[in-house]
T-cell receptor, first 114, second 114 residues
Framework: DQQVKQNSPSLSVQEGRISILNCDYT??????FLWYKKYPAEGPTFLIS?????DKNEDGRFTVFLNKSAKHLSLHIVPSQPGDSAVYFC?????????????FGQGTILTVHP | KAGVTQTPRYLIKTRGQQVTLSCSPI?????VSWYQQTPGQGLQFLFE???????NKGNFPGRFSGRQFSNSRSEMNVSTLELGDSALYLC?????????????FGPGTRLTVL
């Protein structure tokens, strides 16, 4: 039972354009969501997060949108740069006694072409 | 501030052996979580420790165990290694691992079981 899903295994965009990465979840107990960027053989790097009490959070070129009714979140990167090419994971935490447990999606490979 | 460190970075073991991996969290972080990343299963939560106590555990067999020391450093142990234990093992630290608390990952330990 995959509670966090990233349905697009890969995404290719041109430098300077917008990248939109999507994530769906099924567990209504999730109340904190994070996006990580990962290169092969390295640990995930934290990008941005959002609490379920918000519907948008911005940090520089990165914006995360949360639609609780649709159980959907998305990460927008504007403008996209070649250095953004990596695997992007969304993750969710259920709070409460779910200490330290992040549930991850399968990842989306983003390729930004110069 | 130094990030999360993990040692060793690479390990090769044979079936039936046991292995111990080490993780040093970011200074001041008291929670350490461990994850296993494999191509087939993605990133999966193993367990979380806070103040030397295991507070949460994922769905892994008892061969996987861990502990945390008074300085918040953590170790995980895998006994009776199987081929399927070959993976990237990641640890992450956070202040309290409660809702809204971001986890920061180390570079990982690549374990190969022959």
């Amino acid at each position: 039972d995959q509670q966090v899903k990233q349905n697009s295994p890969s995404l290719s965009v041109q430098e300077g354009r917008i990248s939109i990465l999507n994530c769906d979840y099924t567990n209504s107990m999730f109340d904190y969501f994070l996006w990580y960027k990962k290169y092969p053989a390295e640990g995930p790097t934290f990008l941005i997060s959002i609490s379920s009490i918000k519907d948008k959070n911005e940090d520089g070129r990165f914006t995360v949108f949360l639609n609780k009714s649709a159980k959907h979140l998305s990460l927008h990167i504007v403008p996209s740069q070649p250095g953004d090419s990596a695997v992007y994971f969304c993750a969710a935490n259920a709070g409460g006694t779910s200490y330290g447990k992040l549930t991850f999606g399968q990842g989306t490979i983003l390729t930004v072409h110069p | 501030k130094a990030g999360v460190t993990q040692t060793p970075r690479y390990l090769i073991k044979t079936r039936g052996q046991q292995v111990t991996l080490s993780c040093s969290p970011i200074s001041g972080h008291r929670s350490v979580s461990w994850y296993q990343q494999t191509p087939g299963q993605g990133l999966q939560f193993l367990f979380e420790y806070f103040s030397e106590t295991q507070r949460n555990k994922g769905n892994f067999p008892g061969r996987f165990s861990g502990r945390q020391f008074s300085n918040s450093r953590s170790e995980m142990n895998v006994s009776t290694l199987e081929l399927g234990d070959s993976a990237l093992y990641l640890c992450a630290s956070s202040l309290f691992a409660r809702g809204g608390d971001t986890q920061y990952f180390g570079p990982g330990t690549r374990l190969t079981v022959l």
